[in-house]
């Protein structure tokens, strides 16, 4: 995904005509666009990405029991939509964070189960359903949480771990 354009859609900057779907409510709304790595055509290829709209949120660390209302519509409302433009139901969908996060303001990949995009492995990538359950369960969960992440050999990330000795 084009982080800029992403956030350009997020102030009216960017032409709408990509976006497939917002909810403007500044607390639960997000927009809704289609990944720069799909081509818009292969439904089995389908990736999309909801940019919530709502500020200061980084990554699912941030999570917790007040952002209930925001993930359930974000899950309910991009089934929705996936369902109405392109007639793919939820049984084939696949919802989810990436941890660690290419950029930090708070998105959900949506995905034909039947794309293999990068990041979808276990370490990198945690299910929209399983987020909402393990805040339900326990509110501030991934305040709590180790969290497993893998990094790329050139990821500066990586560079930083190496220099405070956390990784060989």
């Keep these: 995904m084009n982080v ?5 859609h997020l102030e009216k900057k960017a032409e709408s ?5 917002e909810d403007p409510d500044p607390e639960v709304g997000f927009v809704l666009l289609p990944d720069m790595k799909w081509d818009g055509q292969k439904i089995d290829a ?4 909801a940019i919530c709209h709502k500020r200061g949120l980084k990554s699912l660390r941030d999570l917790n029991k007040e952002h ?7 899950r309910e409302k991009c089934l929705e939509a996936v369902k109405t ?3 793919v139901g939820r049984e084939q969908l696949r919802m989810y964070f990436h941890y660690q996060a290419s950029y930090y303001q708070l998105h959900v990949h949506v995905t034909h189960l039947r794309n293999h995009a990068p990041g979808i492995q276990t370490e990198k990538a945690h299910l929209l359903s399983d987020i909402i359950e393990n805040i339900e369960l326990m509110p501030d969960y991934y305040q709590r949480k180790s969290l497993t992440f893998s990094l790329r050999e050139s990821d500066g990330l990586l560079d930083r771990f190496r220099k405070a000795g956390k990784v060989e």
């Design 46 to 49: 389908l990736h999309l990405i």
């Design 85 to 87: 433009k392109y007639a």
């Design 68 to 74: 209930i209302p925001l993930l359930k519509n974000i």
């Design 4 to 8: 800029k354009l992403g956030l350009q």
């Design 17 to 21: 005509e990509h976006i497939i779907y």
